[in-house]
């Protein structure tokens, strides 16, 4: 700055005054010099005490040219960045970019300059030695009389250690130190969360209220050192037998919390229960110490149990100490009935691991497939029945899906394909000539990687000749995985497999997708037969839908079958439409071997 020029002007300002000096006196022209001279040595002094406050200050001080270039740092800032004041200056501040932030950013951080004069935010930045710090910066613009941007100033404090402090709280606020699970804070958080959730998505939700049996005696006999390590490894083997979108909390204690969103079926969660049940009661070793403790779990369904979080884990809360009650190690349901309904499928369930592993009680019953225009039965599908001596006949529309869940559907789909493979056989050797047989294949069955290998044994095995046993998937199988799944049904169709689409109409219907697939035949469901004699308005969505899949199916070169033809008016309304086959109780329920034999095969 150049300090000679205004008193310069201020000579020349003594001659104009001097001229006009009937106005101004000497005296007074001094006077107006003197004023001067302090002013100016106060703004000599304001700018000296500026740029002591500057040097001194705490926060990070950058000052930039209007093009960025830096002109000015102060100490603080080569304290926080590491670099000195000559290798910042004649650079821009893009010499700490930490690459955390994108163009986006910055456009909009000069787009506020440019427009308010001011920026304020906070920034990762890189130091010297490479570590990131978080700064919070303020940018002000400076400009001169004219509104004219002359530099940028900057002021930053570091806030890293700041934030990470705010983490650690954030930590002892939410976690539980000692397992690093969830507290109860964020597990009501969490499962407000999930209710909402589950309440726009209309689904179910679970919590299940997990206590430690015995707890306490670890606890006092051995020390709280081992009922430490022990809560740390019960915490470990409960996360492992959840699922990814499941949460775990410690609650306190001896007591954890599992939150199961997005639940279809009570089984899921008591399938979980029982899995959560056997981890825990496996032996625990713990230094030199080796003991058992068994756990108590409570269930509450949310929406029946509860629609808030308070009232979803007071109903758990309560189902756990029922289960202490009746005996502990084990769970029980908010709800009593609930518990009936459960322990009845449980029981149904081991009974049908038991059937499946004998094969007692097991049977295969036919329905033939009955071409609509000759009446000739031209081909049957294999129905899998079961009878168990203490629950009856059991409804494949209840065990099938159970074995489904539980896995059981592998051992029970490779009997069901053993005994209609023996059944054809023997038919063939009394040459009774039977006709094609369809069976039904759950999604499990049908990925299995072995699947195609192990028909291909079964055909050789029975001497069966090609395509005498066929298959019937429904579209959620393929759905999925389109591209692997054409793979799998192309090398079907090679063994000579007639493959059918079965409850058409019931899923997702995409009759696009179809067209991709190596299928022979699609069923339409019942549901849709049976409402096409039902009442007006049933009546026309009906059969816009059979016109439409028929019509589709027929361009395809697919065989239609009509499922559930139970009357003589349903048979008669089907005439319109290109159906190729009838099934139903109209043309022949589903009958044992023996029966099918007598009524549809016949000799040669
Ligand atoms: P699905 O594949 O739709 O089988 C046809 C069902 O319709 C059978 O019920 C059959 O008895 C019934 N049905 C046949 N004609 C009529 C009729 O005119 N009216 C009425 N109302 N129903 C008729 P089912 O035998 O109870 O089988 C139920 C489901 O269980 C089957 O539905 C199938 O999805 C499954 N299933 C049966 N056997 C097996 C099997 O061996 N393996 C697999 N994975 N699933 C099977
Ligand atoms: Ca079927
Ligand atoms: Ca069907």
């Known amino acids: 700055m150049n300090q000679d020029q205004p008193i310069e002007r201020g000579t020349r300002n003594e001659h104009e005054m001097l001229t006009g000096a009937e106005r101004l006196s000497v005296e007074d022209l001094r006077r107006a010099l003197e004023q001067r001279d302090q002013a100016l040595a ?23 040219d209007p093009s960025g270039v830096i002109e000015y740092v102060n100490p603080a800032f080569c304290q926080v960045t590491g670099y000195s004041a000559e290798e910042a200056i004649g ?81 002892l606020a939410y976690y539980d130190p000692l397992t690093r699970l969830p507290n109860r804070r964020l597990l009501e958080d969490r499962l407000a969360l999930a209710i909402r959730h589950a309440h726009r998505q209309q689904q179910g939700l679970a919590v299940i209220f997990i206590d430690l049996d015995h707890f306490k005696q670890v606890n006092d006999t051995l020390g709280h050192a081992v009922g430490d390590e022990l809560l740390l490894q019960v ?48 032996p625990f070793a713990v230094g030199d110490h080796s003991f058992r403790v068994g756990c108590s779990l409570g269930i ?70 009955v071409n609509r225009d000759s009446g000739e039965v031209e081909g049957a599908e294999a129905l899998v029945r079961w ?14 899906p159970m074995a489904e869940r539980s896995g059981l559907i592998i051992p029970l789909g490779r ?24 069976i039904n294949l759950s999604a499990s069955q049908f990925w299995q990687r072995d699947l195609v290998e192990q028909i291909r044994r079964l055909f050789a095995r029975f001497a069966l000749p090609p395509g005498q046993i066929g298959f019937e998937l429904t579209e959620s199988v393929l759905l999925d995985r389109q591209q692997e799944a054409v793979a799998v049904l192309e090398a079907l169709r090679e063994l000579g497999c007639r493959l059918a689409i079965d ?21 339409v469901d019942r549901r849709f037969v049976q409402r096409l004699t039902g009442d007006e308005g049933e009546r026309r969505g009906s059969a816009a839908i059979v016109a439409a899949v028929t019509g589709l199916a027929q361009e395809l070169g697919l ?30 329920r589903p009958v044992d071997a023996e029966t099918f034999a007598e009524c549809y095969l016949q000799q040669g």
């Open 300 to 369: 509450s369904l949310y929406p029946a149990d509860g629609t808030s979080a308070d009232a979803l884990v007071r109903s758990a809360d309560t189902a756990m100490y029922r289960a202490k009650r009746e005996g502990r190690n084990t769970y029980r349901l908010f709800r009593a009935e609930m518990n009936d309904h459960d322990s009845r499928l449980l029981a149904l369930e081991s009974a049908l691991r038991d059937t499946v592993e004998s094969g007692e009680g097991l049977a295969v019953h036919y329905q033939p497939l």
């Open 42 to 64: 106060l703004s000599r002094q304001n700018l000296q005490m500026a740029e002591r406050v500057i040097d001194a200050s705490q926060e990070g001080i950058i000052i930039t």
């Open 503 to 523: 409850d058409f109409g019931t899923g997702y219907s995409s009759l696009s997708y179809l067209q991709d697939l190596p299928l022979t035949t699609l069923k």
């Open 235 to 282: 915490a470990e083997r409960l996360q492992e037998r959840l699922r990814e979108d499941d949460t775990l909390a410690r609650l306190g204690g001896d007591e954890f919390l599992a939150l199961l969103p997005e639940l279809h079926d009570v089984e899921e969660v008591t399938r979980v229960a029982r899995r959560l049940i056997e981890a825990i009661g496996q």
């Open 91 to 171: 650079r821009t501040p893009a010499l700490l970019s930490s690459g955390r932030h994108d163009a986006v950013f910055y456009r909009q951080m000069w787009h506020e300059l440019d427009t308010h004069g001011y920026w304020r935010g906070e920034i990762w930045n890189r130091r010297k030695g490479g570590a990131l710090y978080l700064e919070r910066l303020t940018i002000t613009a400076i400009g001169d009389d004219d509104g004219k941007v002359t530099h940028y100033a900057a002021l930053f404090t570091d806030i890293t250690l700041i934030r990470e402090n705010e983490e650690r709280v954030r930590r």
């Open 387 to 400: 009878h168990h001596p203490a629950f009856g006949d059991v409804s494949p529309g209840v065990f099938v």
């Open 415 to 438: 009997w069901v394909m053993e005994e209609v493979a023996g059944q054809l056989r023997q038919w063939r050797q009394a040459g009774l000539n039977p006709p094609r047989v369809a």
């Open 559 to 588: 065989r239609v079958v009509a499922e559930g033809v139970e009357t003589e008016a349903q048979l008669e309304a089907l005439s319109r439409y290109p159906v190729t086959l009838i099934q139903g109780y109209l043309t022949g």
